[in-house]
């Protein structure tokens, strides 16, 4: 799973085999490591939740966590959607994309 982040942005995209995973299991995590010991890594996941009403993002010391509505999560990861997109108000005026895409591959 690629994590893409910017100044308005957090993007997670998942490759056919993560899909799949992702389906049978409502969690997928990765780990950058920093530095030495858990202490030094950064992680981030994608995960399926029933309690979330939208997509949304956690943020935790050392840890992004995107949060996926269930219903939503199982919908998506069994169609030929793409995409699943939210802007999220994280301060007044101030807005963060949330993007969880499949990763086709390219076809050239």
């Known amino acids: 799973m690629k994590l893409r982040l910017d100044e308005t ?7 056919p085999e993560e899909v ?10 990765t780990a950058v490591p920093l530095g030495p010991g858990d202490g030094g890594q950064l992680r981030y996941s994608l995960e399926r939740d029933a309690d979330v009403p939208t997509l949304t993002v956690r943020q935790e ?4 966590r995107v949060l996926v509505p269930a219903a939503q999560a199982m919908a998506w990861a069994e ?5 699943l997109r939210t802007k999220l108000e994280v301060a007044e005026n101030q807005f963060l994309l ?7 591959g390219c076809a050239h």
């Open 9 to 15: 942005s957090i993007r997670l995209r998942l490759d």
């Open 61 to 64: 010391p050392g840890r992004i």
């Open 98 to 104: 949330i993007l969880v895409e499949k990763d086709l």
């Open 20 to 29: 799949t995973e992702f389906t049978a299991t409502g969690r997928l995590e």
């Open 79 to 83: 169609s030929d959607e793409i995409s």
